[in-house]
């Protein structure tokens, strides 16, 4: 717990002395922790002091290796004072989520932002949140694709020493005779309608340099 310093307020028109209050709370789990942050205030004297939590509490849920799986704001569902460990938040009273998956290399493939939060359960695109996709470069793990909620995507493209060459824009990235993104590339784009927005030079264009950025060209035109 920590205190701020004392403020007179009004509380129910009666002026009140009171110390703003921040808590957190630490909890470990077999596949993952959560900390708990949540700020109120305290009134009275010692020791029959009072607290109260002013909602939401901040919610992280963060996987084994520490990356962020959940973020979300939710009031509290049972509990009083305090933010305390046995406090509990039920689905239905979150106001705010953002959920991260990750793939088995450790990469972020997918974020969910959630706009109508279901009671229980994950919910489905479109109804309950926007899903934005990442891709990434099987060789060099680089992420090489964006995939809005709307259907945009943005492609980075490489040189051979994995210097931003080139970005590219639109809203099918599947080339004739494929099913897959990763078949895409500027020399394989027939059946795609991804068009070039940006390009990058390094040094002046000379091999073996220092990979100094000496152009870089909003494309107008391709």
């Known amino acids: 717990e920590e205190l701020g310093p004392e403020h007179e307020v009004d509380i129910s028109g009666t002026a009140t002395d009171v110390h703003r209050c921040t808590w957190t709370v630490y909890k470990e789990g077999v596949t993952g922790d959560e900390t708990w942050t949540g700020i109120g205030y305290r009134t009275g004297t010692s020791p029959s002091f009072t607290y109260t939590l002013v909602n939401p509490v901040q919610i992280s849920k963060t996987d084994k290796n520490g990356?962020?799986?959940?973020?979300?704001?939710?009031?509290?569902?049972?509990?009083?004072?305090?933010?305390?460990?046995?406090?509990?938040?039920?689905?239905?009273?979150?106001?705010?989520?953002?959920?991260?998956?990750?793939?088995?290399?450790?990469?972020?493939?997918?974020?969910?932002?959630?706009?109508?939060?279901?009671?229980?359960?994950?919910?489905?695109?479109?109804?309950?949140?926007?899903?934005?996709?990442?891709?990434?470069?099987?060789v060099t793990r680089q992420q090489v694709r964006v995939k809005t909620p709307g259907g945009t995507i943005t492609r980075n493209v490489y040189d051979n020493r994995q210097r931003l060459e080139s970005v590219w824009v639109g809203t099918d990235d599947i080339p004739d005779g494929s099913s897959d993104w990763e078949d895409w590339s500027p020399s394989n784009a027939n059946g795609s309608n991804m068009v070039r927005v940006s390009a990058n030079q390094y040094d002046d264009g000379d091999a073996g340099g220092e990979s100094n950025l000496t152009a870089s060209t909003q494309v107008v035109s391709n």
């Open 67 to 138: 990356r962020v799986v959940d973020a979300i704001a939710s009031k509290r569902t049972t509990g009083s004072g305090k933010l305390d460990p046995d406090d509990t938040f039920s689905q239905g009273d979150w106001s705010r989520w953002t959920h991260n998956y990750y793939n088995d290399d450790g990469q972020l493939e997918y974020t969910r932002v959630y706009h109508t939060i279901p009671s229980t359960g994950n919910g489905t695109s479109g109804t309950n949140f926007d899903e934005t996709f990442f891709g990434y470069d099987d």
